[in-house]
């Protein structure tokens, strides 16, 4: 079956979430094409069996892009299984507040597009130091430092739970097949 992966990035680890995503379908039998939000010309979404989206919240909200492909292709988004993967450095905070915040933000794309994900999942992203400038490096330290995250600038850090998206990946994957009225293929 043909799955659709868009992602939507700011510093590069949606893409590679999504990237990771594509290889888990893909050994699961499914054709999966990929691609940004923001480069014109991606595939028609009413074309596909099922479609995961993935972004990144920065500065308390989601990409631009998003926003508007949500909004513009949401009739194709409903009528095929579809999951949004949400990523956020929040997800991985000791606070229970910081990650019930995070928990929230998807409900931004039902209230501002009228579109709701079937599934969904919460991933934690990366702290990119090495290509912060100097600035950002120490605000995203300081930040990181109060929520209990790790604070060595000399080198990036990447707190996503590669086990709990595998499992949300095939979790997608059997909607597809289920929806389908087949099974895909074992994980």
Known sequence: ?????????????SRTIAEHAAGLLEARGHKVVIGDMRE???AVPGRFEGILLCAPIHVGRYPEPLLRFVTD?????????????????????D????????RSYPAVLENTAGYRPRLVHHAAGALKY??????KRMMMR????????PVDTGRD????DWDALNAFVKEFSNLIGSEQGGKSPAM
């Open 130 to 135: 090495v290509e912060y400038d100097f600035f």
């Open 1 to 13: 079956m043909a799955i659709l992966i868009l992602y939507a990035t700011v510093e590069g680890h």
């Open 73 to 93: 292709w949401k009739e194709a988004l409903d009528d095929v299984p579809n999951a949004f993967i949400s990523v956020s450095l929040a997800i991985a905070s």
């Open 142 to 149: 300081r930040i990181a430092a109060k929520e209990g995250g």
């Open 157 to 160: 850090h990447v707190l996503t």
């Open 40 to 42: 014109p010309g991606f």
């Open 95 to 102: 606070s229970e507040e910081e990650r019930a915040e995070a």
